[in-house]
Every structure is written in structure tokens, then in C-alpha cells.
């Protein structure tokens, strides 16, 4: 009695490894281009919560990766400038960071990730409509603004050497007056998720 075994084909095996590789490739990437999205930095009035470029980024990743290599690239980002690599916004590093007003936002990086992917991702594995991405780009703002505006009240309010704020004062400078970036970051990660994503999506979902 003879026995076969089932072969995979070369380029099924190929395929699998190189969609592997551009998986590890796209988590220190996406950590790049969020440090490189932090070096475009206006500062707002009234408390200087710098308007960047990072949310875009993050929001990219949170697209093109899904909720665990999107989170992980953001956890190295975030890390590398815990320890010191000077990747925030405004050239900023150190834990010291965290423990600032801006300390939210950066959290809220790592935990929006899944929230966009639970959005645009269909059961099979098929990217829904235009319409979700608008819905997650919201989604994954929200949440940053809804860690990033807390942490800015408890900061600016337990530093004995900042001035009190109000709670609507805080929405104000750390929500408000970011609405006119936010709406022109989801508009750019929309266009971008049309033309690229579907493709994206065989090879790094």
C-alpha cells in the first residue's frame, strides 16, 4: 500500500512568506511615518496642543494593518520615544511626555487601532464601502480626542504650575479647534483607502 502526500504548490508557499515579510516590514514602517507625521507640528491656541500630521498616519495604519499589527506599530512608536528617541511632536521624548497634556493622544494611538478594522472589514475578509472608511477615520479620531481632552484636563489642572481649566475649556483646546484637520486627515485617508486598500487588504489582512 502506497501512501501521498499532498503537496502546496511553490508559489502558494512563496506567496505566504512574502505576505508574511511585508507584515513584519509594515509595523516599524507605519511607526516611521507616524514619527515623521509628529516633525509637522503648528502648535493651537489656547493651551499649544500641537495640530500634526500624526492621526493621519495613525489612522492609515489602523486601515491598512488591523487591530493587532496596528496596535504593535503604534506600541513601537510610542515606546521608542518613551525611551528617549525623540519621535513625538515638537522633537519631544521621555516618559515625561506621557505624564504631559499630550500624553493622551499617544495612548489614544494604540487604542483606536482595533476600532477602524471592526468598521471597514466585511466577514470574508472584503473591505466595505467608501462610507466605512469615512465612519472609521471618525471612529479612530474620536478616540484619541476622547483619551487625549480628559488627560489635558487632569494635567493642566493637577500642575501646580499651569492654570486651572474648565472642562469645556479643555474640549475647547484639545477637541474644537482640531475639527478642521481632523475632517481634512479622514478626507486624504478616504481617497487614499479607495484606490489602495482592497490591495492592501489581500496582502497584509
Same mark, same amino acid.
Given at each position: 500500500?502506497?501512501?501521498?502526500?499532498?503537496?502546496?504548490?511553490?508559489?502558494?508557499?512563496?506567496?505566504? $512568506?512574502?505576505?508574511?515579510?511585508?507584515?513584519?516590514?509594515? /509595523?516599524?514602517?507605519?511607526?516611521?511615518?507616524?514619527?515623521?507625521? $509628529?516633525?509637522?507640528?503648528?502648535?493651537?491656541?489656547?493651551?499649544?496642543?500641537?495640530?500634526?500630521?500624526?492621526?493621519?498616519?495613525?489612522?492609515?495604519?489602523?486601515?491598512?494593518?488591523?487591530?493587532?499589527?496596528?496596535? $504593535?506599530?503604534?506600541?513601537?512608536?510610542?515606546?521608542?520615544?518613551?525611551?528617549?528617541?525623540?519621535?513625538?511632536?515638537?522633537?519631544? $521624548?521621555?516618559? /515625561?511626555?506621557?505624564?504631559?497634556?499630550? !500624553?493622551?493622544?499617544?495612548? !489614544?494611538?494604540?487604542?483606536?487601532?482595533?476600532?477602524?478594522?471592526?468598521?471597514?472589514?466585511?466577514?470574508?475578509?472584503?473591505?466595505?464601502?467608501?462610507?466605512?472608511?469615512? /465612519?472609521?477615520?471618525?471612529?479612530?479620531?474620536?478616540?484619541?480626542?476622547?483619551?487625549? /481632552?480628559?488627560?489635558?484636563?487632569?494635567?493642566?489642572?493637577?500642575?501646580?504650575?499651569?492654570?486651572?481649566?474648565?472642562?469645556?475649556?479643555?474640549?475647547?483646546?484639545?477637541?474644537?479647534?482640531?475639527?478642521?484637520?481632523?475632517?481634512?486627515?479622514?478626507?486624504?485617508?478616504?481617497?487614499?483607502?479607495?484606490?489602495?486598500?482592497?490591495?492592501?487588504?489581500?496582502?497584509?489582512?
Amino acid at each position: 500500500m502506497s501512501s501521498h502526500c499532498p503537496t502546496i504548490p511553490a508559489s502558494t508557499t512563496n506567496a505566504h $512568506a512574502l505576505r508574511q515579510w511585508l507584515r513584519i516590514a509594515a /509595523v516599524p514602517l507605519f511607526a516611521i511615518l507616524t514619527a515623521l507625521g $509628529a516633525m509637522v507640528a503648528v502648535p493651537l491656541p489656547p493651551f499649544g496642543v500641537p495640530q500634526t500630521l500624526q492621526t493621519l498616519m495613525v489612522l492609515l495604519c489602523a486601515l491598512a494593518l488591523g487591530p493587532r499589527l496596528g496596535m $504593535a506599530s503604534m506600541l513601537v512608536y510610542v515606546i521608542a520615544g518613551v525611551v528617549g528617541v525623540p519621535l513625538f511632536a515638537e522633537g519631544e $521624548a521621555g516618559f /515625561v511626555t506621557i505624564l504631559g497634556q499630550t !500624553g493622551g493622544y499617544l495612548l !489614544g494611538f494604540v487604542l483606536c487601532q482595533p476600532v477602524a478594522h471592526a468598521i471597514i472589514r466585511r466577514p470574508d475578509a472584503s473591505v466595505r464601502g467608501w462610507g466605512s472608511v469615512v /465612519v472609521a477615520g471618525l471612529a479612530v479620531h474620536a478616540v484619541v480626542f476622547a483619551i487625549g /481632552v480628559p488627560w489635558l484636563y487632569l494635567v493642566r489642572n493637577l500642575d501646580p504650575q499651569a492654570d486651572p481649566i474648565t472642562l469645556g475649556r479643555a474640549v475647547f483646546g484639545g477637541f474644537v479647534v482640531f475639527i478642521p484637520g481632523t475632517i481634512i486627515k479622514v478626507a486624504i485617508a478616504t481617497l487614499l483607502a479607495v484606490m489602495f486598500l482592497p490591495g492592501v487588504a489581500r496582502r497584509l489582512w
